[in-house]
């Protein structure tokens, strides 16, 4: 049997050790939530690319008669790592999701490669999707780091980015039917969004 000051001794560490995972554990879960200056910027998520990996678009468009470029530009979608779990178990993506997209060019022939694009060069420019419901009317937000990593403002409302995400993205806004990973979880959570079934019955139709 434990003696009384050591029992008092110990539950009192068992406490504070329960505290500190306690303390950890919302340390961990914040870790990568969206960070806003006073004047409600979004600072520039600096290690994103330690983030989980989505998927890359090369040369996307959205015009039905947009050429092909002779200098394609990529762009690599990264999530931070708790919502990328949480999206992995329920096909829903929590409160405080960032999502980054970074724009690199490309490069055909190089070292020994002789056909095909391989990603060259600096980020061209990222621009960047929160969830943050306290925050944001309708939940989400977009902002734009173009002009390099300096805080950067909420784009407005009105732009086309909410209008096409809203209007086309499979998951909550998002355009989870080109994340490779997420597309299947979405599915068997029956979490895709109307907008969406809808685009695709039409595809089905007219597959041209
Ligand atoms: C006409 C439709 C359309 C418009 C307008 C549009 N986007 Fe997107 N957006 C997409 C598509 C398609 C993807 C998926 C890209 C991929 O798979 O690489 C995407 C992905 C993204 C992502 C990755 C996260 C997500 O939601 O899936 C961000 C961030 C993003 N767009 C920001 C913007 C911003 C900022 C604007 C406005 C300045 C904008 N988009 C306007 C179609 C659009």
Not at 71 to 84: A, G, K, L, Q, R
Request: neutral net charge; glycine residues 8%.
């Amino acid at each position: 049997m434990l003696s009384k000051p050591l029992c008092l001794f110990l539950s009192a560490m068992m406490a504070t050790t329960s505290l500190a995972a306690a303390a950890d554990g919302r340390v961990a879960a914040d870790r990568h939530g969206p960070a806003y200056t006073v004047d409600g910027r979004l600072v520039a998520p600096a290690d994103y690319r330690e983030w989980v990996y989505l998927s890359s678009g090369l040369d996307m468009s959205y015009n039905p008669k947009a050429m092909a470029s002779p200098s394609p530009m990529f762009d690599n979608t990264f999530v931070n790592p708790e919502s990328y779990r949480a999206f992995a178990s329920t096909g829903r993506w929590p409160d405080k999701t960032v999502i980054v997209l970074e724009v690199r060019g490309s490069a055909g022939k190089g070292s020994i490669n002789q056909r095909g694009h391989y990603q060259s060069g600096g980020v061209q420019g990222m621009d960047v999707h929160v969830k943050d419901t306290a925050r944001f009317q309708g939940g989400w937000a977009f902002f734009s780091f173009d002009d390099g990593a300096a805080p950067a403002k909420q784009i407005p409302v009105a732009e086309a980015c909410y209008t096409c995400h809203s209007a086309h993205g499979a998951v909550d806004t998002t355009f989870v039917q080109f994340y490779p990973t997420l597309l299947p979880v979405a599915q068997q959570h029956s979490t895709l969004s109307a907008a969406y079934l809808k685009d695709t019955a039409k595809l089905v139709r007219s597959p041209n």
